[in-house]
């Protein structure tokens, strides 16, 4: 069982950061591959970015590529989200999730966070 915690979210400009952090509890995180995904009002939830157990591979949605970057530390039991350049289109709820594959489909993952809201003003 893992439970996942997001903080970090809040009101930012466009052109802004934010950081992200998902804190996970139980001794089984570093033996899954986490997701950051985000879900504006109205729209389906997307995967932003992927990190794999180790940290040794990463996925980025196109839109954020360049922008955002993922990262873990495994004996923190925490993944982060480093976001720049932020823009009006980031608004969205971001949510961490954990899974045992290497996919972007939400049902792929077993555990998620409750979310943390991003809002970028223009």
């Known amino acids: 069982q893992v439970q996942l915690v997001e903080s970090g979210g809040g009101l930012v400009q466009a052109g802004g950061s934010l950081s992200l952090s998902c804190a996970a509890s139980?001794?089984?995180?570093?033996?899954?591959?986490m997701g950051w995904f985000r879900q504006a009002p109205g729209k389906e939830r997307e995967l932003v970015a992927l990190?794999?157990?180790?940290?040794?591979?990463?996925s980025y949605a196109d839109s954020v590529k360049g922008r955002f970057t993922v990262s873990r530390d495994n004996a923190k039991n925490t993944v982060y989200l480093q976001m720049n350049s932020l823009k009006p289109e980031d608004t969205a709820v971001y949510y961490c999730?954990?899974?045992?594959?290497?996919?972007?489909?939400?049902?792929?993952?077993?555990?998620w966070g409750q979310g943390t809201q991003v809002t970028v003003s223009s």
């Open positions: 139980g001794r089984t995180f570093g033996a899954y591959n």
């Open positions: 990190i794999n157990w180790n940290g040794g591979t990463t």
């Open positions: 999730a954990a899974g045992r594959g290497w996919t972007n489909v939400n049902s792929d993952y077993d555990y």
